[in-house]
Each structure stands twice: as C-alpha cells, then as structure tokens.
C-alpha cells in the first residue's frame, strides 16, 4: 500500500484555489495529485514522473477524479521545459515529495529493497541505463567510498568499499542479498543490532543511480521561477543533504542582499521575491505510528510574494 507522507499537511500549505494550476513534481502513486485534484474543479494539474509502472497506476486513480490532468514522463528537472511546450509560463503551486514510493520499495524486483531478494537495479526510470548493478560492480573503490560516505552518511565507508571490490573480484554481485550480506559483515556486531545496517548504503546507491542530488538545486530554482504572486512550493525530503540544498535555495531568494541589509529602508528592487511559509514540519505523532517510512520526513514550503 502508498502511504502519501503529510498529505494534509501538503495540501493546506499550497492554498489550492479551484481555478489555479498545480504540478506535482514526483507523480509516484498520486496520493498528493488526487487530493489536489479534488480541489480545483476549474483548475489543472500537471504531474511528472519517469516511473511508467507509477504513471499506469496514477491515471486509473486521477482518472477516478477528474479528466483536468496530464501526466508527462520526465524527470522534475525539465519541468519549466515540458510545460512550456503545453503553453504553461506560470503556476498556482508545485509539490515535490522526494522520497521513494512504498510500491517501489516493496516490488522486490525493483532492487530497492535490502529485504528481499532481487537483481541489484533501483532504477527510477527503466530507461536509465545506470544501475545499482553497474555501480557496486564497475565504480573505483574510492569513488564507492565517496558516495556512501556522501550519500549514505555511513561511518563504515571505507570498509564497505574494499569489501565490495574484494567480493566482486571473484564474481559479480548480482542481488540485494549478496550487496547486504557484506554490507553486514563490513562493521561491527554492535553496529548491526539496532537499524538494519544496509539502509544507509542502498540510499546512497539509489541515490547515485537516480542522480538525486545532482538535480535537486536547479530543479528547485526553476520551479521557484515559475510561480505566480501567492504561488507556494511545498518540499518533502528524507535525507538531510537533500534537507541542506532546499534549505539552501530557500533562504538564499527570501533573503535581502547584504549589501543593502543595513540600510534603514531596503529600495524595491532589493527586496525579496520569496517568503518562506514554514520553516520546517514534521510529521505528527499519528502519522509516525501509521507509516514508519515518514520519521525522517521534513516539509518546507515557499511562497512568491513579488514579481521578478
């Protein structure tokens, strides 16, 4: 089952106006589009995602709704692209939601999971031709240490890193067992007891085959660009580097420039463009008891206030 991490919470910070048009920028099982959709009747919802087995799903469910939406199968970062090609130059609100939907953690296929047995791939979009197949067999030890130290936050990198290139030397790690199993018995007994000890190390993967990160800071200031006066733009992240950068983008365009900061009166020109709505939300106490998936969840959410 999808579980839509701080859906009311999404959409009471975009405002919905029923005429307004909306994009959600990670369509994933559409639990966030659905409940914009019910809200704007004379409106239109653009959603994006790379996913097809998501975008297959997501239309019976919208279609269940309303017909005023189009899914288009692209990664957010071409978002002001695609809907520029539809006629669209500004928008009523976006909602990017940047975690990994449950469908996909739990098709063991899908090689997202170090639960379940499957080929290593953790694709997002099927076309990618990067796998975590790829990553773990062929990327140099110091560029495995790199980014699961980076990505993954792991304090075993290194050892994690020399145990995948000593494993692979013999043969190919080929499936998310094998991956965890060294995973596993590259750190200490004590160090596996409490969190499973793979969690840390299959983000940073995913992370690495999808290109999370690399994305995120355009795709931010390109959505920023495209609101209209009181348009908002609602982020969910699961990683505090992803948590950083937004963070980042968010203050930088609500800030004044220092160079005027001082002065008694901040001239028009100078002032912000943005306001920042809501610092940070977290999930609430009934939300963490129903999906365990949302403890490292926070929320941000911007609005446009001034024109360029």
Do not use: W
Request: net charge neutral; charged share 30%.
């Amino acid at each position: 089952m999808h579980y839509s991490v701080m859906l009311q919470e999404v959409v009471e910070s975009l405002n919905i106006k029923s005429e307004g048009i909306y994009v959600d920028a990670t369509l994933g099982y559409a639990g966030h589009a659905s409940e914009i959709l019910k809200r704007i009747k004379k409106g239109c919802l653009f959603a994006f995602d790379q996913d097809i087995e998501a975008i297959q799903a997501s239309t019976k469910r919208l279609e269940s709704i309303g017909t005023n939406f189009q899914i288009i199968k692209s990664n957010f970062l071409y978002m002001k692209e695609e809907l520029l090609k539809r006629g669209i130059t500004k928008v009523d609100g976006i909602v990017f939601d940047l975690g990994v939907s449950s469908p996909q953690l739990d098709n063991a296929s899908r090689g997202f999971s170090y639960l379940k047995e499957a080929r290593l791939d953790m694709r997002m979009d099927q076309d990618n031709p990067l796998s975590a197949y790829g990553v773990v067999n062929n990327y140099e030890e110091k560029d495995l240490v790199r980014i699961i130290r980076d990505y993954g936050e792991e304090k075993y990198a290194k050892s994690i890193a020399r145990n995948i290139v000593k494993a692979r030397k013999k043969k190919a790690i080929e499936t998310t067992i094998e991956l965890a199993d060294i995973i596993k018995h590259s750190m200490p007994l004590k160090d596996t007891l409490e969190k499973n000890p793979s969690r840390r190390t299959f983000q940073a993967i995913r992370i690495e085959v999808n290109h999370e990160l690399d994305i995120l800071d355009e795709s931010i200031r390109k959505a920023l660009s495209l609101l209209n006066i009181n348009g908002r733009i609602a982020v969910i992240t699961f990683h505090s580097l992803e948590d950083k950068i937004v963070k980042k983008v968010f203050r930088e365009v609500t800030s004044v420039d220092k160079l005027v900061r001082e002065l008694p009166e901040i001239p028009l020109e100078y002032q912000p463009k943005f306001k920042i709505v809501n610092e940070v939300i977290l999930p609430s106490n009934e939300e963490l008891l129903e999906n365990n998936r949302s403890r490292s969840a926070k929320l941000r959410v911007i609005e446009r206030i001034k024109e360029d």
